[in-house]
Structure formats: structure tokens, C-alpha cells
């Protein structure tokens, strides 16, 4: 069964390896990182702050690139939206500012999910990001095939040594 929302190429096994390994230490740390946050929440609700979830997400990302390199990644996957999967991916956004947008203006709405200006909040979110979506696939997109090409140019540079 072929997936209609994104589309994945692997450029190498080896690397798709070393990335997997990347990923996994990144997200031990990052598991550890929120348990620790959670701990804070529960023994020191004062000092908790519910940014330290995000740093936590920043720390753990910067820390997968940085051990992907250390380990030698150079080529990535070819990944990209298909634009099925860019509306689907646009809404999910859209739906997670509109909840924010509801839960922080909740009087504003008059408690009603179903007022008018919620609705077309929710309209106007969605087509506001729908281009955003788009133009970041196309880099994900030129990114992916710039990447094969710079594999196929040294996978020939290899052939030709040998």
C-alpha cells in the first residue's frame, strides 16, 4: 500500500542505520529531559514553566543533528508532502492555533465553539498557512533532490577511483 501523504526515498541503508541510531540516543535524551520537566511540574509546580517542554524539543533536535554528523551522516532521505498530505498538514496546524485560539479567548467566543468569528478565524488560519506549507514542501522537495544528485556524483566519483 502506497501512502498518499508524504513520499519517502532512502538514499543509502547504511546511513538510514546511523540515522536511526541518531534518532534513538535524541530521543532517549529527550525522554529524559521530559521526565525531568515532569518532576519539576510535580515537586516544584512555582518553578515549572510550560516553555521547557519546547526547550526540551529544541534541545533534543539540535542534539540529533550534531550526533548524525558526529557519526558521519552526509546524505538524508529524500522526503517530501504530496499536496494531499500538505492540506492534511496545514489543517493539523490549523486546528492546534485554532484550540490555542479558543482556550485563550474563550469570552471573546461567548463559550460558543460555533460563533462566527471562531469559524472564520479558523477559515482565515487555514488559508493564511496554506501557502506557507506549500513553499516549505518545495524546499524539503529541492533540498531531497539535491541531495540524490550530490549521492549519484559521489557514488561515480567512488566507481571511477576504483
Request: one cysteine or more; glycine letters at 4%.
Amino acid at each position: 500500500m502506497k501512502n498518499k501523504f508524504y513520499y519517502y526515498q532512502l538514499l543509502d541503508e547504511r546511513e538510514e542505520q546511523l540515522m536511526n541510531k541518531a534518532g534513538a540516543e535524541s530521543f532517549t535524551l529527550f525522554i529524559w529531559l521530559v521526565l525531568l520537566s515532569y518532576l519539576v511540574a510535580v515537586l516544584a509546580p512555582s518553578l515549572f514553566n510550560p516553555n521547557f517542554l519546547v526547550y526540551t524539543l529544541i534541545v533534543g533536535i539540535f542534539f540529533f543533528f550534531n550526533r548524525a554528523r558526529y557519526l558521519g551522516v552526509t546524505y538524508y532521505s529524500r522526503f517530501h508532502f504530496t499536496i494531499l498530505g500538505c492540506f492534511f498538514l496545514t489543517l493539523a496546524i490549523t486546528a492546534l492555533l485554532m484550540l490555542q485560539n479558543y482556550q485563550f479567548n474563550i469570552e471573546i467566543y461567548q463559550h460558543n465553539p460555533l460563533n462566527v468569528k471562531y469559524l472564520s478565524a479558523w477559515v482565515f488560519t487555514y488559508i493564511f498557512y496554506l501557502p506557507w506549507v506549500f513553499i516549505g514542501n518545495l524546499g524539503l522537495k529541492s533540498y531531497g533532490q539535491w541531495a540524490q544528485k550530490k549521492y549519484e556524483k559521489d557514488m561515480d566519483e567512488l566507481e571511477s577511483i576504483e
